[in-house]
């Protein structure tokens, strides 16, 4: 039984085949940036490259592609090529190629023979059955390259043939219009192409089998990710690129340059100028800005933790340390839960209905920092938990057989132990609620465009009073705004309430820029706090 | 799981004969000095609960009667103080849940009586909301259907699941199963990260960028299709399921793992039939979280939708978009008053309980995969 | 090191002892003794010079031995000697552990396991693994035993092949009861082939990786500790199953135990902390009439 049959370690030399799979893959690659290139605009289908019309080229370098896949599958099959095929390409790529090969038969007969309803949908059936066929039923080399093979070439050919030309529209005849022209069907139909040749070129050059589905799969998963860092990318670099402008415009350097602020009683010139952050909008100024909106968000936040914050981490406290588990905690967990995947708009109807009348009976600051205080402090509570979960049993046993009291043993062992892991969820959780507009939509928005005389000044507006509660905060009261709902009334606003704004569209960007710093920073702060305590932690 | 509840055995008379004698050893152990600190403590919370509650100008009094009690308390009977102060924010998280639950439903409740039909000389408070597709909140008949807006939402979400689910799922496989480590700790902050952009940053670009990108390359009339709201809001759900699902396949016992690459398998192999199969329950929770955050975003939809409530013609025509139930309260709340704001109230309880159930579902399916797992060890 | 070597030094005096014992710089002495050693089958396994580093930590240090076909060789040594992390080396498993660094040679049937272009998945196929603890899959006994084949494409099962009627339901039942007495467990889950194989006991579970290890059809069986979780009657099946194996597969098991190294192996390897192999030789002998202080040290139990 044992060494029977000894098949060698290392495959044989095939140098060769993996050369031609790579080059498939790679002119694949070439075809899926050109067709990205012609959806975003950057390329036009109708220019020629080096020459040659753009759909002609497109076409051409498809039918060739197709070819190819379908000579790596012939190769395989009559031992051209050395592989490792399974006996068939399995059920996935059976149901994946029919789905294909459905569309293509329904379309081809309604769009290009012009037949009914039964008619496409009968010939849709054959094909899609014959791919399924054709899939499943001869070997794997052959079932994983011919659909995909004959599919490329049939693409190619419509191209070149100029059944879908530059100019081909498919109007899909709805009440509420909407059509496939060319420009985006080429490019989306090319793009899909090359991933599916590519696809099973990889599984080729894996040489089919387990190691070939590995192969295809691997290629297929790297690409995903690769495409969610560089969607991830081009959203903040484009928002970078389109704010830098507005965000430091007549930005001046020089000692006392800056607006006068008068901090504890003593008066200082800052020794730069940055209109965008300390103007508001006025109709004198050179430069419009969002003080009010920053600070507004800067008091949201603060009110907002300062509300959640002990609530969260003592609820944490009590179902952790001092609840037996049973129902209760997990009526508490349940309730967290929920509360944490509400969505922020039904935060902001309870606000508007709960806050809203109690507190002055209108929209304003002190409603936004408790409804944004009742979005962070389920995060808070789940934070807090875990953390303190992680602290082990041993800690809290070695600090009671000292004898010391439970509480003592919560303060002096389990907090600090679990404090990383709450900062860090407090910080994420700030991050969160920074950004949120819809809350604070519904309870303390402002007016569009506030000029800097509305900046909010907390400190300066408690003052005390005779009757019940005798401390008043008329600032605390009024409506203000926020950076998130600024540039949410920016959108929306129509042209009359933000005429003060030179450039709108600067204006905006600019907006949406600050506000991605600031959340952002408050991510990064709390994602290297995590970093350092973790580092920490693992050299002790 | 195992510590399920001391009453699932006792019944609950005996449970609650018990937790009174309990309770009767806490009085007679405890300090009388003490219990009468946390119980005025206790009852001035109250007081001023009901007071904020009764919209009362005096609620700041038991308010203060309350800080002063648990700070007395704080500096001579800490531990006792400790304790309650914890249970109070414990029970204060609840009722908040049950307040949310509470007043969005009473606001809620004209509009849902204002819409009864009779059926068989049965009156059906609501029914009309859903039977009827005619929102008219000016022009009489005054009709406040929900349908178009619940097609809406259906819409966005299925599409941002169809975008959200599978990359996600794929992305997480990545990170937890094939990403070497330094690409690991590079690519799970940008993840985090992806998360944290606010969805009023999404809109906006999707307001500027997308709409017109999309109503320039389908001829569409005017701005704004489900079909990239769905998009964007999938794209926005997206980190949520890769980090619930990653956390899902991380927690498959590596023993398992390496039991199937021994036998010689492929790692594509390993993950397609052990990984995902074991982690099934986690990874399927992370969906429905994705899917419940997809249903409760609220300013991409917004800003990039028409906000004009009525189905689209064909139903599946996802190349027009009119309104989701969360776009629906964010763009009328300001002029809305009487039955059409109680309407958007009806919006609000329909898309809290829906996603309170995702989120409750997910929970238990989470729970679930703990409990087989833990019996693999 | 220098105490090592020393010892070393003794052992290669008396040319005619059939041990090799290996400390880096004496390896080519070493070397010529083993030409000498006259296994009884030719050698599955010759690993020379075998370095293993888990970042700074030097697991193993310049490990040479050969290991003869058909036989059972144990590996022993106090907890942290290398032992596993040897037996990890022999399919390639500590290719998981990213921090890990291998330096020297493992050869197969002469053919070199660390080179570039490696199939790991046929070194895994033809070199089987039995885990320390239990781990079967959270899947019924029946896809437990078919998992391997099923994988490797020996055996087609599911929806598709039923369609196509390629289906190798036979040829995977007569598989399952193959393997199941292989390792004799057929018996006791004959009528619930279908059941989870996690509500097996944890005997069960290790005879029934056992078996899933066979059912691929392997070489060697490479077995980590695999009683160490188990009460003395299971274990003591499993023993006796090592002893049938041994027959027809090259057995390299790792253990802590003594007598179950002594009462089941044919060769005995022994490492001591730091990651050396001490001495490799007849069980017999190795128990019997010890070379090296150290490890007459061991087995007497004065350390370990």
């Not at chain 1, 290139?37 to 498809?62: K, N, Q």
């Not at chain 1, 905060?473 to 009024?478: A, K, Y």
Request: glycine letters at 10%; hydrophobic letters at 45%.
């Amino acid at each position: 039984m044992a060494g029977a049959v000894e098949s060698s370690l290392v495959s044989e030399d095939t140098s060769g085949t993996e050369a031609v799979a790579a080059g498939v893959v790679g002119i694949a690659a070439i075809l899926f940036g050109i067709s990205l290139g012609s959806m975003f605009e950057l390329l036009s289908i109708t220019d020629p490259i080096a020459g040659i019309p753009m759909v002609a080229l497109l076409g051409t370098l498809l039918t060739l592609l197709g070819l190819g896949v379908i000579g790596f599958g012939l190769g395989s099959r009559f031992g051209y090529v050395a592989t490792d095929p399974r006996p068939s390409a399995g059920l996935v790529a059976s149901v994946a190629f029919s789905g294909i090969w459905f569309a293509v038969g329904g379309l081809v007969a309604s769009q290009s023979f012009g037949l009914g309803t039964v008619g496409w949908v009968a010939v849709a059936f054959v094909t899609g059955g014959l791919a399924f066929a054709g899939t499943a039923l001869p070997r794997e080399d052959i079932g994983s390259t011919l659909p995909v093979g004959v599919f490329a070439v049939f693409v190619g050919v419509v191209f070149l043939t100029g059944v879908i030309g530059p100019s081909w529209v498919w109007d899909l005849g709805w009440e509420q219009q909407a059509s496939f022209n060319a420009e985006f069907s080429i490019p989306v139909i090319t793009a899909f192409c090359s991933l599916l040749v590519s696809w099973a070129s990889a599984k080729a050059y894996g040489g089919f089998g387990a190691r070939g589905r590995h192969v295809g799969a691997y290629l297929l998963v790297y690409l995903n990710a690769l495409s969610i860092i560089a969607v991830l990318f081009l959203l903040v670099a484009f928002t970078v690129f389109k704010g830098l402008p507005g965000l430091f415009n007549g930005l001046t350097f020089g000692l006392g340059s800056g607006p006068e602020t008068t901090l504890f009683g003593f008066t200082f010139a800052w020794p730069f100028a940055w209109p965008f952050v300390m103007n508001g909008v006025a109709l004198l100024n050179d430069v419009n800005g969002v003080l009010p909106a920053i600070v507004g968000t800067i008091w949201l936040v603060i009110g907002a933790v300062v509300f959640a914050v002990p609530l969260g981490v003592g609820a944490a406290v009590f179902i952790t340390e001092y609840a037996d588990r049973g129902r209760f905690t997990q009526v508490v967990e349940v309730a967290t839960n929920g509360l944490w995947s509400t969505p922020s708009i039904v935060f902001g109807l309870f606000g508007l209905a709960f806050l809203v009348p109690r507190l002055g009976n209108g929209k304003s600051l002190l409603a936004g920092m408790l409804t944004l205080g009742f979005m962070l402090l389920p995060l808070v509570v789940i934070t807090s938990r875990e953390a303190m979960l992680a602290v082990p049993d041993e800690y809290r046993d070695a600090s009671a057989a000292l004898g010391v009291t439970k509480w003592q043993t919560i303060r002096s062992v389990v907090l600090p132990a679990s404090l990383p892991g709450i900062v860090t969820g407090i910080i994420l959780g700030v991050g969160r609620i920074a950004g949120e507009t819809a809350p604070i939509l519904l309870t303390m928005s402002g007016s569009v465009a506030p000029p800097g005389s509305q900046t909010v000044d907390v400190i300066g507006g408690f003052s005390f009073t005779s009757s019940p509660p005798f401390v008043s905060n008329p600032e605390l009261l009024q409506a203000t705004s926020a950076l998130p709902y600024q540039l949410y009334s920016l959108i929306t606003a129509g042209v009359g309430q933000s005429s003060n704004i030179a450039n709108i569209e600067q204006f905006r960007w600019a907006t949406a820029l600050i506000l991605l710093v600031v959340v952002l920073s408050f991510y990064a702060v709390g994602i290297a706090t995590r970093y350092y305590f973790r580092r920490k932690l693992q050299h002790e | 799981m195992t510590t399920l509840s001391d009453n699932d055995g006792g019944g609950l008379r005996a449970a609650a004969r018990r937790e009174i004698q309990r309770g009767r050893d806490f009085v007679d152990e405890t300090e009388p000095e003490a219990l009468v600190t946390v119980t005025v403590a206790a009852v001035a919370l109250l007081a001023a609960f009901v007071g904020f509650l009764t919209v009362s100008s005096l609620t700041a009094i038991p308010f203060v009667v309350f800080l002063v009690a648990s700070g007395y308390g704080w500096f001579r009977h800490q531990e006792l103080t400790a304790r309650v102060l914890t249970l109070t924010t414990t029970i204060s998280t609840i009722l908040i849940l049950g307040l949310i639950l509470v007043f969005i439903f009473v606001e809620a409740w004209p509009t849902v009586e204002y819409a009864t039909v009779t059926v068989f000389g049965i009156p059906l408070p609501g029914l009309r909301l859903f039977v009827e597709a005619r929102w008219s909140p000016v022009t009489p008949p005054l009709r406040y259907s929900m349908v178009p807006m619940i097609h809406g939402t259906v819409l966005v979400t299925i599409i941002a699941t169809a975008v959200a689910a599978p990359l996600g799922v794929a992305a997480a496989l990545f990170l937890s199963e094939i990403a070497p480590r330094t690409v690991r700790e590079l690519v799970k902050p940008g993840v985090e990260i992806l998360a944290g952009i606010p969805s009023i940053v999404y809109g906006f670009i999707g307001f500027t960028i997308l709409s017109p990108w999309a109503s320039d390359q389908f001829d569409i009339v005017g701005q704004g299709t489900y079909l990239f709201v769905g998009v964007v809001v999938g794209l926005m759900a997206l980190p949520t399921v890769v980090s619930v699902a990653e956390d899902a396949l991380n927690s498959v016992p590596e023993s398992m793992k390496s039991g199937s690459l021994a036998l010689g398998t492929t790692d594509w192999q390993t993950m397609t039939s052990i990984t995902l199969p074991a982690a099934f329950s986690g990874v399927s929770a992370a969906v429905l979280l994705g899917v419940g955050r997809a249903i409760g975003e609220t300013m991409a939809a917004t800003v990039m939708l028409r906000g004009s409530p009525g189905l689209t013609e064909p139903l599946y025509n996802v190349f027009y978009g009119n309104d989701t139930l969360t776009s629906l309260i964010a763009a009328n709340y300001g002029d809305a008053d009487g039955l059409q704001m109680s309407a958007l109230f009806v919006a609000g309880v329909i898309l809290f309980i829906t996603v309170l159930f995702l989120s409750i579902g997910s929970q238990y399916i989470e729970a679930r995969m703990q409990q087989k797992l833990g019996g693999a060890e | 090191m220098s105490k090592t070597s020393q010892t070393t030094e003794d052992e290669t005096k008396r040319t005619d002892q059939p041990l090799e014992v290996t400390a880096g710089e004496t390896r080519e002495q070493t070397q010529d003794e083993w030409t000498d050693y006259d296994f009884e089958s030719q050698a599955k396994f010759s690993v020379e010079d075998l370095d293993v580093y888990y970042g700074d930590d030097h697991a193993l240090k310049g490990v040479s031995m050969e290991i003869p076909e058909n036989s059972v060789t144990a590996l022993i040594g106090p907890s942290g000697c290398g032992k596993s992390t040897f037996l990890r080396c022999l399919n390639r498993m500590n290719d998981r552990i990213s921090a890990a660094r291998i330096d020297g040679s493992v050869e197969l049937d002469g053919e070199e396991i660390y080179q570039d272009g490696v199939n790991l998945v046929e070194l895994r196929k033809r070199v089987g693994m039995v885990f320390q603890s239990p781990n079967p899959f959270p899947k019924s006994i029946r896809d437990n035993i078919s998992y391997g084949p099923r994988k490797h494409g020996d055996l087609e099962t599911g929806f598709l092949s039923n369609l196509l009627g390629r289906s190798d339901e036979d040829e995977v039942d007569e598989l399952v009861e193959r393997s199941l007495s292989q390792a004799a467990l057929w018996d006791e889950v004959e009528d619930r082939l279908d059941d989870n194989a996690l509500g097996l006991s944890g005997g069960q579970q290790q005879r029934l990786c056992i078996a899933r290890a066979l059912a691929t059809d392997p070489e060697v069986l490479l077995m980590d500790e695999p009683a160490s979780a188990l009460d003395p009657i299971a274990t003591s099946k499993i023993e006796d199953l090592v002893h049938e194996l041994s027959e027809d597969y090259t057995v390299v098991i790792v253990t802590h135990n003594m007598q179950q190294a002594a009462r089941i192996s044919d060769q005995t390897a022994v490492f001591l902390t730091g990651g050396e192999l001490v001495e490799y030789g007849d069980t017999d002998q190795i128990f019997e009439d010890p070379e090296s202080q150290r490890v007459e040290d061991y087995i007497s139990g004065k350390f370990g």
